[in-house]
């Protein structure tokens, strides 16, 4: 057997049922993609719009594709066709010119807001007070094309696991809370936390979907 197919059989081991492994095969050829479809993964996660629109175009038609990357305003249109879900919606202005393309193409698409739970300066996302202020004044409601799935955050890069688990603590939080507010409806019931180094303690803190790349796929390189 294969170490993909190895990895994901280990992986699926320690992941409830509950959990959605979204297997994040960015920068990994079409065929390393295949190895994981063969042993059943239908769910990959990829950061780039051209890579995913290349992947998409050669690979089965029954795998749900999911944006976990920055996403630019102009480059939307090319997967708003096929996208089964945007974990990285980071602004208010994303999110409008998301609803803008999915009504031109009459494809309603599934969205999570990106929250800022790191001490780093380099993450993007909204702050948790940026999206209580849009829910006080019904931003949201303008938006008929976008469905809030959601929320995605990504813990600091640290070693340090009380932080980490305290950063998760604080999404599942504001998860709860805007829940409880009624704002986006019964879909709202996904929590993207957890990458290969912390995705275990993202499910204790109460993940509902976690992001494994490099533990599925091995390390990458970047040319
Ligand atoms: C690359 C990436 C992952 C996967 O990271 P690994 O450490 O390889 O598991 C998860 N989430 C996002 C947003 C990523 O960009």
Redesign the pocket.
């Known amino acids: 057997m294969n170490f993909i197919s190895q990895n994901l059989r280990n992986i699926a081991l320690t992941i409830p049922p509950h959990v959605t492994l979204v297997a994040?095969s960015?920068t990994h050829p079409p065929e390393a993609v295949m190895e994981a479809y063969r042993e059943g993964q239908r769910v990959f996660?990829e950061?780039k719009v051209q890579e995913m629109c290349a992947k998409f175009e050669v690979l089965p038609k029954d795998i749900e594709w999911h944006m976990?990357?920055h996403l630019q305003s102009n480059k939307v249109k090319y997967i708003v066709p096929f996208v089964h879900l945007i974990?990285?919606v980071d602004s208010f202005k994303l999110l409008t010119a998301i609803n803008k393309e999915a009504a031109k193409q009459n494809r309603p698409v599934n969205c999570l807001l990106q929250v800022y739970i790191a001490q780093e300066e380099t993450k993007f996302g909204f702050d948790k007070e940026e999206i209580l202020d849009l829910v006080r004044i019904q931003a949201f409601e303008s938006l008929p094309f976008v469905r809030v799935n959601g929320l995605m955050g990504?813990a600091s890069n640290t070693r340090n696991e009380a932080q980490i688990r305290n950063e998760f603590k604080m999404l599942k939080t504001l998860f709860d809370e805007l829940k409880s507010t009624g704002t986006f409806g019964d879909s709202f019931s996904v929590l993207s936390m957890g990458?290969?180094?912390d995705y275990g303690i993202a499910i204790e803190e109460g993940s509902t979907m976690v992001?494994?790349?490099?533990?599925i796929f091995g390390a990458?390189s970047y040319n």
């Open positions: 994040v960015k996660g950061n976990i990357g974990h990285g990504m990458m290969s180094g992001r494994v790349g490099s533990s990458r």
